[in-house]
């Protein structure tokens, strides 16, 4: 499925009355899912290509009018934005992080969200991992490719 099509399917499926939606081709994977606070969420994944998964939905251009810092690459592993968006921490406001400092996490657990184009993308953890440090803040814009986590892989 190329970005046209992703995209055109999240457009239809904004427009529908459906809550839900997951689409299958080969090994990729979209799901959809309405009535989350603050708009759709979207999640892609690949069965056999994890890296795949992020490759339609960082292809989204999105035009800012301001400019985030690019943080210098931390030391060790790190686990990057997948696409330019707005940094989330938790689901909604009132609610916990996904993660925090000091926490392990598996594989495909959520790590955070990133908003964009008014799509609300999760971000899961590609490996078993423990979070060393959270480098960018609720609320905070992100670039492709920033480093948002410093992880040590298990």
Not at 57 to 70: D, F, G, H, K, W
Not at 97 to 106: E, M, N, P, W
């Amino acid at each position: 499925m190329d970005f046209k099509e992703i995209k055109e399917l999240i457009r239809v499926f904004d427009k529908s009355e459906l809550n839900k939606l997951k689409v299958k081709e080969g090994e990729f994977e979209v799901a959809m899912q309405k009535g989350f606070e603050g708009g759709t969420v979207v999640t892609t994944s690949a069965v056999a290509a994890p890296a795949v998964a992020a490759a339609p939905v960082a292809a989204a251009p999105v035009a800012t009018s301001e400019a985030a810092p690019v943080a210098a690459a931390p030391a060790g592993d790190s686990i990057n934005s997948p696409m330019v968006g707005t940094y989330y921490a938790s689901p909604s406001p009132e609610a916990p992080a996904f993660v925090k400092v000091g926490d392990t996490v598996k594989k495909g657990q959520t790590l955070c969200i990133l908003e964009a184009m008014k799509i609300m993308n999760e971000v899961e953890a590609e490996f078993d991992c423990k979070i060393v440090d959270m480098l960018v803040t609720d609320g905070d814009p992100v670039e492709y490719d920033m480093p948002i986590f410093t992880v040590e892989k298990i």
